[in-house]
């Protein structure tokens, strides 16, 4: 080959390879997260029982370790990811928060919001156009069933979910009729209709449902008030639908009847619980000891696994825009590793995180649902909470 040609040849060799550098290079760009943590102060309905008061700072501590999860991991990708918090008082300074995010050139928001400004910030056009907001509170079953919108996803569990995990614990038993009781506050009716809905869809039956409406003090008088309110037909347990404890601490051990205990006392359904430590478990509960100086809570785990489910997501998609990770969330190729057992992932039907649930009494694990032989076409997690038919919305998820 003449000198000329050698030299032409090595020079376009040369410039290939500082081509297809560059492009590696650009390809793997360290990328910055940025993730806003959005709550909005509620107050502390009063309650009879002397119960452990959930702390100001839950899901804000488990974002928080979630945050330090990513960024071990991000050493290695060159990634790096940022918390920031905001806390609000009402729906219209959580749009406002969410706008000046988005227009910040941001857009993953973790919501620690009621459904009601969930819902309003999802219907805002400017906010729900550029946002992906991941709820990790809320567990109205509205927003996963009737009133799911896009770009809104779920990391706690719904009621349903929760109850339906219950309920296949309890038929696993033959403990088939129940007897429910329920406080007087909306979530309470919720949780109790959420039961009934779990009772027909599994074929339990509903001997009665009693709300409690007296004025008793159950500290001093629980053994012989419970007692009464809870006389009735022959049931294999009872059933408690009282989410902020008013009353339902005092039902165990103080009812008519000799019987088991569940629902929002006794044996629970929960997200996350201090006494899990199995698949590896223990790991992620001393790391948030460590942290918070107190044990994780449902709402911590749910923050936890937000996080981590964005950094899953940019490490996986090699992006952090909206657009491509949102695709990339509601994928089949995502996955989460999150100390349960099996690999979480999201339902493009209605944007929940399909998950295990654990039941538990006040200091160990019980058992976790999906209980053995309750099956599903695609994923057995299916059978906990609302299934693609069930749901009718406007949720709706393109992927490739």
Known sequence: MPLKNTWLAKGFLLCLVALTSAALASADEPRNVAVLFLEQTQIAKPVLSRIRITPSSAGLDGANVGISDNNASGRFTGDHYQLNSKIVEDSSAAALA????LEAGNSLIIAKLPAATLLSLSRDK??????????IAAKDDALRSSQCLPRLLHTI???????????????????????????????????????????QRFGAKIIDEREWKFNADLRRSAQNEISLFSQAKDYDVTLIADEIGDIGEYIPYNTWLARPAAGTQGLTPTAWHWSIEQWGAAQLQHRFEDYAKRDMSD??????????AIGE??????????????????SDQFQLSAFKGRPL?????NGQLRQPIPLVQPNALVG?????????????MDTLGYDR?????????KTP
């Not at 709402?299 to 937000?306: E, F, R, S």
């Not at 490490?315 to 491509?324: T, V």
């Not at 649902?369 to 076409?377: A, T």
């Open 98 to 101: 969410a706008k000046d995010w």
């Open 126 to 135: 400017a906010i729900a156009e550029h946002a992906i907001i991941f709820n």
């Open 157 to 199: 569990p719904s009621r349903a979910m929760l109850t339906d995990a219950l309920a296949q614990f309890l038929m696993s038993k033959r403990w088939k009729r129940w007897l429910i009781l329920r406080g007087q506050q909306s979530e309470d009716k919720l949780f109790s209709a959420a039961l009934t809905r779990s009772a």
């Open 299 to 308: 709402i911590d785990y749910a923050g936890w696994l937000a996080v981590r």
């Open 313 to 330: 997501a940019v490490s996986r998609a090699k992006a952090n825009d909206a657009k491509h990770l949102y695709t990339y969330l509601l």
């Open 345 to 349: 992932s999201f339902r493009r039907w």
């Open 368 to 380: 976790q649902s999906p209980q053995e032989g309750y099956l599903h076409p695609s994923s057995e």
């Open 389 to 397: 038919p069930e749901v009718h919305c406007l949720f709706e998820v």
